[in-house]
């Protein structure tokens, strides 16, 4: 993939000489926070907000993902995603909430992992994205996205659902969407009373790589 029209500035000038591919994780950052805040500020020149999320996958290492690696990888984060987070971090609210926007629906599950302390703007950003229709298990791609708000606060699902669903535009089957979501959670409730040494063992793991955002459950 082409640098050219990098939007970023601020870059070293040996960095300007190579593809986005070729840069290492914290150059890819400074490339993608510049072109967020372009297209933040609708100066995104050459750079369209969807043609971002190609930008955006390659960043979260997922260039050579294909659907079915999406379905096999159900609900879990890579470890190589998580260990970009202390990059992510000092990345200001307003360019995230551009790459939430910007990202496509398969990687906004990894992507959402990486904020720390996301917003119902932020939330209901990502819920209210649909599967290509060429997606042949397009509920499975939707209850990712709604695990990953989940995994980081129930309130916040809780929250961005209540606006989608109250907005004049809710999408179709979002509805019944959130309460087949809702039922998988109700049924893991119901599995970690009957399994509380498999539901330990789950907190304990999600500790170790920070995924839990501070709650426990199975989800």
């Known amino acids: ?125 990502a819920l209210r994205k649909e599967p290509p229709a060429y997606e042949k298990n397009p509920a499975r791609i939707v209850d990712r996205v709604f695990h990953a708000v989940f995994r980081k606060s129930p309130a916040l699902l809780e929250k961005a659902a209540a606006r989608i669903s109250a907005s004049a535009d809710t999408p179709a089957g979002f509805a019944a969407s959130h309460e087949r979501f809702m039922e998988i959670v109700r049924d893991e409730e119901i599995l970690g009373e009957l399994f509380p040494r498999a539901l330990q063992a789950t907190v304990e793991g999600e500790k170790k790589t920070g995924l839990s955002g501070g709650r426990t459950g199975l989800l």
Not at 51 to 78: K, W
Not at 89 to 117: K, N, W
Request: hydrophobic letters at 45%.
């Open 1 to 125: 993939m082409s640098s050219a029209g990098d939007p970023e500035r601020g870059e070293r000038w040996f960095e300007r000489c190579l593809p986005f591919v070729a840069r290492g994780p914290e150059a890819r950052l400074r490339w993608l926070v510049a072109a967020a805040e372009r297209i933040g500020r609708d100066q995104g020149g050459t750079f369209a907000p969807e043609e971002l999320a190609a930008y955006i996958r390659i960043f979260l290492g997922n260039e050579s993902m294909r659907v079915n690696d999406y379905h096999r990888r159900g609900f879990s984060v890579p470890e190589e995603v998580i260990g970009l987070a202390p990059l992510f971090a000092g990345v200001a609210p307003e360019t995230v909430t551009v790459l939430v926007r910007c990202a496509d629906i398969y990687d906004v599950p990894d992507l959402f992992a990486l904020i720390y302390s996301p917003t119902v703007e932020q939330a209901e950003m």
